[in-house]
């Protein structure tokens, strides 16, 4: 057992810093986790959460700009990135994970477009306003101590530039995938009754209200946040299912044989519920956020 599992195991309260070492060792274990699980999956309408956050950076099409991909990861978003800016455009990634990084200087090391920056979301090392626009995939929720961000997201910014982000929908617990979580949550919660109090992001992050307070004019962006909610449909076997949920932070610091157990509930689970086709079809709830420096 980690030494972090074994302290929120113990009732022994959890630092952020605590917090943000076992995010390096989740991915140090499982680098390239976050597109393992999300970037095979579309919306509706055909997109996957990545070509929607892309998206959000159309205004700087063709124009000498400058991104920053924060909790860039393995680079997963670069290349979407670079086809929405065109010829002309840079990507910067930040990241705190050595490990994600070294897969995105191997994939990427011939393309001069991009720079990369081993450092944390709440000590930035770049300069004042040089920053076009900045976005962030599954990553803004899980950043503790936020307030530190928010002021490094302003300070890096150039004045009317963009903060989107792709974050886990908390409104998203109904339907199948809501039973999955429950199922999941229920058996960690048996192992480890002190989970609750643990702090694995900050819960202004989850609600409308606290978004608004977040970034409000105060700490120096404009109003309103747009805020767009979206659905990945899932449709695959039970082993996916598990796939998709054996990273995710607090299922991955489980010990090898209490991962083995839910591994067998979540697929005798999804095995119940398949069609005729064999597979299991639900929805991941997401929302995308997007705000603008004053």
């Known amino acids: 057992m980690s030494k972090f599992a074994e302290k929120i195991k113990t009732g022994q309260p959890v630092s952020d810093e605590e917090w943000n070492q076992y995010l390096i060792e989740a991915h140090r274990l499982a680098p390239s986790m976050t597109p393992a699980a999300f970037a ?53 990634g930040v990241d705190m994970s050595e490990g994600e990084l070294s897969i995105a200087r191997k994939s990427f090391e011939q393309d001069k477009r991009i720079k990369l920056q081993r450092a944390s979301a709440q000590s930035m090392p770049l300069s004042n306003n040089s920053i076009d626009a900045i976005v ?33 929908n908390a409104r998203g617990k109904g339907g199948l995938f809501g039973e999955i979580q429950r199922i999941t949550s229920h058996f960690i919660g048996n192992l480890y009754p002190k989970l609750q109090e643990v702090r694995s992001g900050d819960p202004r992050v989850q609600s409308e209200a606290g978004l608004q307070e977040l970034f409000s004019s105060n700490r120096g962006f404009q109003q309103p946040i747009e805020i767009k909610d ?60 997007t705000v603008r420096k004053r």
């Open 40 to 92: 095979a999956y579309q919306t509706d309408k055909g997109q996957t959460s990545y070509e929607l956050l892309s998206k959000s950076i159309e205004g700087l099409r063709n124009t000498p700009s400058t991104v920053l991909d924060l909790a860039c990861g393995d680079g997963h978003l670069f290349p979407y990135l670079l086809r929405t800016l065109g010829s002309t455009g840079t990507v910067v």
């Open 136 to 168: 962030c995939h599954m990553a803004f929720m899980l950043m503790l101590p936020l307030d530190p961000v928010l002021a490094e997201i302003s300070r890096v910014l150039k004045g009317g530039g963009m903060f989107s982000a792709v974050i886990g």
């Open 230 to 289: 979206f659905s990945l449909l899932i449709k695959t076997v039970p082993q996916g299912v598990w796939d998709l949920m054996k990273d995710m932070y607090f299922v991955s610091m489980l010990p090898k044989s209490e991962k083995d157990q839910l591994e067998i509930e979540l697929k005798d689970f999804s095995a119940s519920k398949k069609g005729p086709d064999g597979t299991v079809s639900f929805e991941f709830q997401m929302r995308m956020f």
